[in-house]
């Protein structure tokens, strides 16, 4: 029998970590119920330096898709030849994405919204010394309020929250803020966007229709996950009819996964998807 499924040994030499190798190999291929225990593996390929990720959990696939893949394959890779000055990361998690922006694009101020208590310990340290990071320790939605966020047992994503959690699926849950998304940007002093990420396991519709949309016309990016939840309802359809009188879509999926990235590029700009 072999021991390493094809996934872990590309992590094994891409990372030259055999924690982080075994860490996805146990949680995807074995479905071993292994203790958390907060794990590093140096970003070789990078910025050089520690990332912090949880074995036991979803933290192995982000870590793989975004800063492992060669940089045009990489989950958030975007064709862009000006430098964007700002970046919301809407869902941050555990910073991985943050990273790549802040390698790829060093002169963007990035702003990080993650109401989860658990991601955000391990968020902050890997963010820590990076001070064009924001920290925002709440999510973002259409108003103010305390949302019961429940972690999902699902193969692909779990130890990740989401507010749409099905009871007969979920570990445990947490309470999280959120506030009002129009309201959160003028205080930030945001009036212009150029990446827009958003991965927040289901809400990405309620989220990006809170938005003002005279901001979001001028957004030049919109990168994200689009899960489940998206799938089952059409949710992603209406998605794409919501921001198609202004973007261009390129939507990706693997079979072998739940999960949907999708890039929207806006169409005033000159560079198509997948350039």
């Known amino acids: 029998m072999r ?28 479905k071993l119920d292994i203790p958390p225990a907060l794990k590093t593996v140096t970003w070789r ?8 990720f949880r074995r036991g959990t979803w933290d192995t696939h982000p870590i793989y898709d975004i800063l492992l893949m060669p940089p045009k394959k990489s989950e958030y890779w975007l064709p862009i030849t000006e ?9 941050a998690n555990i910073g ?3 990273r790549f922006f802040h390698f ?15 991601n955000l310990e391990v968020l902050k340290k890997n963010i820590q010394g990076i001070d064009n990071c924001v920290l925002h320790e709440f999510g973002l ?5 305390e949302i019961k966020f429940a972690m999902t047992t699902e193969e692909k994503n779990y130890g990740s929250f989401s507010a749409f959690g099905n009871s007969s699926n979920q570990l445990q849950s947490e309470m999280g803020s959120v506030k009002a998304v129009n309201r959160t940007l003028k205080e930030n002093n945001i009036n212009e966007i150029d ?7 289901g809400a990405e519709f309620d989220i990006l229709t809170s938005f003002d949309k005279h901001l979001l016309a001028k957004t030049k990016w919109i990168v994200g996950e689009l899960h489940s939840k998206n799938l089952e309802t059409n949710e992603i359809w209406k998605i794409i009819d919501y921001l198609s009188e202004w973007f261009d879509f390129e939507i990706r999926k693997n079979f072998s996964q739940q999960n949907l990235v999708f890039k929207a590029k806006n169409k005033a700009l000159k560079c198509s998807v997948q350039d």
């Not at 430098?83 to 869902?91: Q, R, V």
Request: positive net charge.
């Open 195 to 201: 990446i827009l990420k958003i991965d927040t396991e």
């Open 83 to 91: 430098k964007p000055k700002i970046i919301l990361d809407i869902g």
């Open 96 to 98: 991985i994405a943050a």
């Open 141 to 145: 939605a259409s108003e103010d309020g």
């Open 45 to 52: 390929s990078g910025d050089g330096k520690p990332v912090y």
């Open 104 to 118: 790829h694009f060093p002169s963007a101020q990035i702003h990080l919204f993650e109401p989860i208590k658990s």
């Open 3 to 30: 021991l390493f499924s094809k996934r872990s040994f590309k992590i094994f030499l891409r990372s030259g970590s055999l924690s982080l190798a075994l860490a996805d190999l146990y949680l995807k291929k074995y």
